[in-house]
């Protein structure tokens, strides 16, 4: 039995980890897509690092498109097995998937225009709603809590793992040829203890062996208390002080419904000022209703708080954009607003053309509010640096660039150390760090080992280890 990291391996997006079992099967935990720069990531998405085709089993954590993104062009590629995840991801999932395949069909063609005007080769989206048509097909729901058996020498059971709704530690009970049981845990992405919305993370089955993200592995986050008065005072500052546009890239899943939650209580509380507040994103609309379907992943203070406001996540003067020409109707807004768009990291989606209209002016703010890939336009314009490209047109930044990384879905070392001091140390054999950059899976190893663990591991791209 042996694993291969083929995704998250000493980088935050991409995962994929592969489990070859005693009898030759092999079993693919989540198949994320790579996020970043535009040609980097775009070469990493079409490169497996193994065979689609011999591949029986997909096991998936979550739904964000870092951990499910490219499971069409998988299926596409030869991938003939089930795909099993929770039922709030499967739904999540579901709408994730077609917008990735429209936001990449809408990014070529704005791209081939370009391409076909200097005569140089087209390109070819990664995959088309067609193909999310039928991978969707394949989608097994498994509940929380439930020991399924995906094959006679595979038991699955899935924890809550407090990220985004529906997110899942994944725990596997693998049956040897001699007929030994190997526990192997993978905690996809871990949420914070006691965030606003959702569950905190759970106590997860002994492992012998466990995959942990690692992505906030040297940061301690802040209250989110304090989160939000950051966000009231740049608000003020932006959009009443400068008289400019507050610009936000937030994740459709995530983060756009936690900053809403935040801006509804502001408003409750009557110190939000009387903005314009548009979230321009179809996603994130329809996010927002599957967050609202399934109240059951609510936290008891969340639940407690809708006993008096039965719509947590709308309030007066928010403004959901449908349509691409109420998108570009908000260019010629008259008064300053805040606009709330994807993705996170800035790098596809509406939020482009925002920043594109926005940076060049010094009334407006940029303002990011979590993980940013570091060859992001996110991380680009969190470095410091005075000109960007967007969608290949070149743009001098003047707007102020702010961040408030505490909104963040993803735990701290002290929620990760938490989320892991449920296991007997003793008993892993081997303590993998995912989904983290180097040097902060360093930091965040040195910690995990005053805490008693050993045996830990940093795999790089592609490489194997045996179980």
């Known amino acids: 039995m042996k694993i291969s990291f083929h995704g998250a391996a000493r980088c935050v997006t991409g995962s994929k980890h592969l489990i070859e079992l005693d009898n030759g099967k092999k079993l693919l935990l989540d198949c994320g897509m790579f996020q970043g720069q535009p040609k980097e990531a775009d070469q990493l998405n079409r490169e497996w690092g193994f065979d689609p085709a011999q591949i029986d089993y997909l096991i998936l954590s979550h739904a964000h498109i ?18 099993f995840c929770t039922p709030s991801t499967l739904d999540l999932t579901r709408i994730l998937l077609y917008d990735s395949a429209r936001i990449q069909e809408g990014d070529v063609f704005f791209l081939n225009k370009k391409l076909a005007k200097q005569k140089k080769p087209l390109v070819s989206a990664l995959y088309t709603e067609t193909d999310v ?69 759970e106590v997860f089955p002994q492992a012998d062996y466990i995959l942990c993200e690692s992505t906030y592995g040297d940061k301690l986050h802040e209250p ?56 321009d994103s179809p ?21 407690e ?12 003067n928010l403004h959901y954009v449908k349509d691409v020409e109420e998108s570009k109707a908000i260019a010629e807004h008259k008064a300053p607003c805040v606009i709330i768009a994807a993705s996170g990291m800035a790098d596809a989606g509406r939020v482009k053309h925002h920043i594109a209209h926005n940076i060049s002016d010094q009334r407006n703010t940029i303002l990011m509010v979590g993980y940013c890939e570091p060859r992001s336009l996110g991380a680009r314009l969190l470095s410091g640096v005075r000109e960007v490209t967007v969608f290949g047109d070149p743009y001098r930044v003047e707007a102020e660039i702010k961040e408030i990384r505490s909104f963040s879905a993803h735990g701290d070392y002290e929620d990760l150390c938490t989320f892991l001091g449920c296991q007997e140390t003793g008993q892993i054999k081997k303590l993998f760090l995912v989904h983290g950059e180097y040097d902060v899976q360093q930091v965040f190893r040195s910690k995990l080992l005053k805490k008693g663990f050993s045996q830990i591991e940093i795999p790089a791209p592609h490489q194997t280890y045996p179980l």
Do not use: W
């Open 305 to 316: 708080f809708m006993k008096t406001d039965p719509q947590p996540f709308d309030f007066k």
């Open 224 to 279: 989110s208390q304090l989160s939000a008065q950051k966000l009231l005072e740049v608000i003020v500052d932006t959009c009443l002080r400068k008289k400019g546009n507050l610009v936000i890239p937030a994740f459709s899943v995530g983060r756009t419904q936690e900053l809403i939650y935040a801006l509804n209580r502001m408003d409750i509380a009557k110190v939000l000022p009387p903005l314009d507040f548009f979230i």
């Open 283 to 303: 996603l994130s609309l329809e996010a927002t209703q599957v967050t609202k379907d399934h109240p059951e992943c609510y936290n008891e203070e969340l639940l």
């Open 66 to 83: 870092d951990h499910c993104g490219l499971i069409p062009k998988l299926v596409n590629d030869g991938y003939k097995g089930q795909i």
């Open 133 to 201: 048509d039928v991978a969707l097909e394949r989608f097994v729901p498994v509940p929380y809590h439930t020991a399924y058996n995906v094959a006679d020498n595979i038991e699955l059971t899935y924890t809550d793992a407090g990220h985004i709704i529906g997110s899942a530690a994944v725990n596997l009970r693998l049956k040897r040829k001699n007929g030994d049981i190997v526990r192997l845990s993978f905690s996809g992405d871990v949420g914070r203890y006691g965030d606003d919305i959702i569950r905190s993370p």
